[in-house]
């Protein structure tokens, strides 16, 4: 599905198949916030950027879509992530000026920032990978795909009208109806959800937790 078939599909879940009672805007925005609910419990959306280290440079920019790492390599090798505190506390107030092979890695996502930074600070030329979570595009126009036209998940597509309905309906009343409805929609959403991550895998060694699901503890 595209923007416009997610669109139509969200209205029909809502009963508003003219869509007359929620604007156009309304169902782009909760699909919007709905794709990114999804890649948020699935993280069955995923990106590598890779680089070369400078010698004396430990700092290296985020992707501008970048969300939260899933691991680093340096050279082959898969760096283990560190609190500056630690750093702190095993190479004390000079860890800056220390140079080698990194060991480690810290992510400062502070917007200002948004830099990898590596522990050592690298002293010659080697690939750095980092595998990461992103945040999907914006959908733009009616053709639009939803989670960076990955072809792999299409089939989840229905999942994300569903949860996009359900968006919209947060806003209404809540009458016998609609929460009914609204337990119809979260149900079809985390059925999908359970299948994606059934499918992919990512997450198998720390499943999600929905609220107010049987997954959720």
């Given at each position: 599905m595209n923007l416009g078939t997610l669109r139509t599909q969200a209205s029909t879940f809502v009963g508003d198949v003219d869509q007359t009672r929620f604007t156009a805007a309304q169902y782009n925005t909760a699909i919007d916030r709905a794709q990114e609910q999804f890649r948020l419990d699935t993280r069955a959306l995923w990106k590598h950027q890779s680089f070369t280290t400078a010698d004396?440079?430990?700092?290296?920019?985020?992707?501008s879509d970048f969300q939260w790492e899933d691991w680093v390599t340096?050279?082959?090798k898969e760096l283990p992530p560190i609190s500056r505190h630690e750093i702190q506390r095993i190479y004390g107030e000079d860890w800056a000026d220390q140079n080698g092979?990194?060991?480690h890695f810290v992510i400062d996502p502070e917007e200002a920032v948004k830099e990898l930074l590596l522990v050592p600070t690298p002293n010659e030329a080697k690939t750095v990978i980092l595998r990461y979570f992103p945040l999907p595009a914006s959908l733009s126009a009616?053709?639009?795909v939803p989670l960076n036209?990955?072809?792999?998940?299409a089939q989840f597509h229905i999942g994300i009208?569903?949860?996009?309905?359900?968006?919209?309906?947060m806003g209404e009343t809540e009458t016998v109806e609609i929460l009914a409805k609204k337990r119809e929609l979260m149900g079809l959403y985390e059925k999908h959800v359970s299948q994606a991550i059934q499918k992919f895998g990512n997450t198998v060694s720390a499943p999600i937790n929905i609220r107010g699901s049987r997954l959720w503890s």
């Open positions: 004396g440079d430990a700092d290296y920019n985020l992707p340096y050279d082959g092979d990194p060991t009616d053709s639009s036209s990955s072809a792999l998940l009208a569903a949860y996009a309905a359900w968006l919209i309906l």
